[in-house]
């Protein structure tokens, strides 16, 4: 049984239609699963057939999407990707003053409105292996921005498959209320879909990362080589 269908979340056919049409593409096979494939395999195998499942999230145990998914999941992991690259390395900002920087310490809330602070954090977020955290908050918020009904159903739904579904790499820690709220609200997906999922990760960062955060090596070393740029000046 599909997880998405234990949870309540029936996908529409529109999404169903999207993603599971056909054959993985060979760009996104891993190299290993190149390599091996042989010439008799490729003749004459023909494609994959369709997936059995309506379940479009990815969670799906079925068996003829056993090997899809552990190859997908595989690639993405050795890649370090999600299907949001449109979130890049780094937000455009200014270089901070030493007096912003100081501020980011201040509040948590003041670290997350400033471009450069997020920038630093994340970058923190990276060296503890959750920068999944980030990445989700920021995929909401770009969510949130999106006017175009198409295009909201498209971004939640690849929201969903990196940072909620269960067998994504970079899955979100939230817990079973959140996930029902999520799995309802994606029946028709909203630019708050994932508001209640957001507001718990940014609570996670807040609590946990960021005290860590204010005391290591990144943000010091930031702060004390800005001080010393200005007393040189």
């Known amino acids: 049984m599909c997880f998405g269908k234990r949870n309540g979340y029936r996908p529409s056919g529109h999404f169903h239609a999207k ?28 494609q994959r057939p369709n997936a059995c499942c309506f379940c479009w999230c990815c969670c799906c145990s079925c068996s003829c ?36 920087m100081k501020l980011w310490a201040q509040s948590f809330d003041k670290l997350m409105k400033n471009p450069a602070g997020r920038n ?13 955290n980030m990445l989700f908050w920021l995929a909401c918020e770009d969510l949130k921005k999106e006017l175009n009904k198409s295009a909201i159903e498209e971004k939640a739904r690849m ?28 029946q028709e997906p909203s630019p708050h879909t994932f508001e209640d999922a957001q507001l718990q990760i940014y609570t996670l960062m807040h609590r ?15 702060v004390q080589g800005g001080s010393r740029s200005s007393s040189e000046s």
């Open 208 to 222: 946990d990362s960021y005290p860590r955060f204010l005391n290591s090596s990144i943000y010091r070393s930031l």
């Open 19 to 46: 993603i599971y049409t056909g054959p993985v593409s060979a760009d996104r096979e891993s190299p290993m699963a190149r390599s091996e494939t042989s010439p008799s395999r490729t003749q004459g195998s023909g």
């Open 120 to 132: 630093v954090f994340r970058e923190f977020l990276r060296t503890e292996y959750s920068e999944e």
């Open 159 to 186: 929201i969903y498959e990196d940072y909620i579904s269960i067998l994504s790499p970079k899955e979100v820690s939230l817990d079973s209320r959140v996930r029902e709220v999520i799995n309802r609200r994606m």
């Open 65 to 100: 999407l056993t090997v899809r998914n552990e190859d997908e999941n595989r690639t993405r992991k050795k890649s370090g990707e999600t299907k949001l690259e449109t979130i890049s390395n780094c937000e455009a900002c200014t270089k901070p003053s030493v007096e912003e």
